[in-house]
């Protein structure tokens, strides 16, 4: 068991949130009860996540998208009252880490992203003002797109979109979790032959063509869950905490 304000001392020495320039605040976003024993992470604040961890007699529950995001309403009303509800209701709290978790060198949705698809990282670079967002790396041999499509569907249990718009094998390859498409101008500059993240748009397919890459929709989801259950294990060895990841599905 850890008192709220230790775990959230160790969470932010770990993943340094100060150094990243986000959408939402990181660290503590609702204050629960002050004794924490056992921890719930998940992708999402959702209602689904906070009711599973509230029937799990979660202490605190850790996640890569929070609450009380830049632009957002800032009433609390419809959707957010009721999440925020039940958190207070069940003395649940709330850590929420946005980018620090998508940068972090080995808990990272990034890093594991790499793992998973059995990438050496050469570089992290900074973008859109954020370093070590946008990773790169080289497979160990190269591979023809389709066959990386097929381990991408394996790893992730999701399957992937591609837009075929580079060679007919691939070696190395740039990739950023979630909604980083918009990253594929930058990830064409560096030189890969495919880019790799979460969710696709319109503009990203002709970027694609006309820039000669791959590119691969991973899922938004899908793509990041690595990082908040790589956190979870490590507080669960560092801090002696009990630990549950708890997926919502989520098809995005
Ligand atoms: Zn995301």
Same mark, same amino acid.
């Given at each position: 068991?850890?008192?709220?304000?230790?775990?959230?001392?160790?969470?932010?020495?770990?993943?340094?949130?100060?150094?990243?320039?986000?959408?939402?605040?990181?660290?503590?976003?609702?204050?629960?009860?002050?004794?924490?024993?056992? /921890?719930?992470?998940?992708?999402?604040?959702? !209602?689904?996540?906070?009711? *599973?961890?509230?029937?799990? =007699? +979660? %202490?605190?529950? $850790?996640?890569?998208?929070?609450?009380?995001?830049?632009?957002?309403?800032?009433?609390?009303?419809?959707?957010?009252?009721?999440?925020?509800?039940?958190?207070?209701?069940?003395?649940?709290?709330?850590?929420?880490?946005?980018?620090?978790?998508?940068?972090?060198?080995?808990?990272?949705?990034?890093?594991?992203?790499?793992?998973?698809?059995?990438?050496?990282?050469?570089?992290?670079?900074?973008?859109?003002?954020?370093?070590?967002?946008?990773?790169?790396?080289?497979?160990?041999?190269?591979?023809?797109?389709?066959?990386?499509?097929?381990?991408?569907?394996?790893?992730?249990?999701?399957?992937? /979109?591609?837009?075929?718009?580079?060679?007919? !094998?691939?070696?190395?390859? *740039?990739?950023?979790?979630? =909604? +980083? %498409?918009?990253? $594929?101008?930058?990830?064409?500059?560096?030189?890969?032959?495919?880019?790799?993240?979460?969710?696709?748009?319109?503009?990203?397919?002709?970027?694609?063509?006309?820039?000669?890459?791959?590119?691969?929709?991973?899922?938004?989801?899908?793509?990041?869950?690595?990082?908040?259950?790589?956190?979870?294990?490590?507080?669960?060895?560092?801090?002696?905490?009990?630990?549950?990841?708890?997926?919502?599905?989520?098809?995005?």
């Amino acid at each position: 068991m850890v008192h709220r304000n230790r775990l959230e001392a160790y969470l932010n020495e770990l993943l340094a949130p100060a150094e990243y320039p986000d959408y939402a605040p990181n660290g503590l976003q609702v204050e629960g009860r002050e004794e924490v024993a056992t /921890v719930v992470t998940g992708v999402t604040a959702s !209602a689904a996540l906070i009711e *599973a961890a509230r029937d799990l =007699g +979660a %202490d605190a529950v $850790i996640v890569h998208h929070g609450s009380f995001w830049k632009g957002e309403d800032p009433r609390v009303v419809g959707m957010k009252a009721r999440r925020l509800q039940l958190l207070i209701e069940s003395g649940i709290n709330l850590f929420a880490y946005h980018l620090p978790l998508d940068v972090h060198p080995q808990l990272g949705n990034n890093a594991g992203l790499g793992r998973l698809l059995g990438l050496e990282t050469d570089a992290r670079h900074a973008a859109k003002g954020v370093p070590g967002l946008l990773w790169s790396g080289v497979l160990a041999e190269a591979e023809a797109p389709e066959a990386f499509s097929a381990r991408l569907e394996q790893a992730l249990g999701r399957r992937p /979109v591609h837009v075929d718009g580079g060679p007919a !094998a691939l070696r190395r390859v *740039a990739w950023c979790s979630g =909604g +980083a %498409d918009g990253l $594929i101008e930058q990830a064409a500059g560096l030189g890969v032959d495919a880019f790799i993240s979460g969710e696709l748009s319109e503009p990203t397919t002709h970027v694609a063509r006309e820039r000669g890459l791959h590119y691969f929709a991973a899922g938004h989801h899908a793509s990041e869950r690595s990082g908040v259950q790589a956190l979870g294990a490590h507080l669960a060895e560092v801090l002696g905490l009990d630990h549950h990841y708890i997926e919502v599905d989520n098809p995005a």
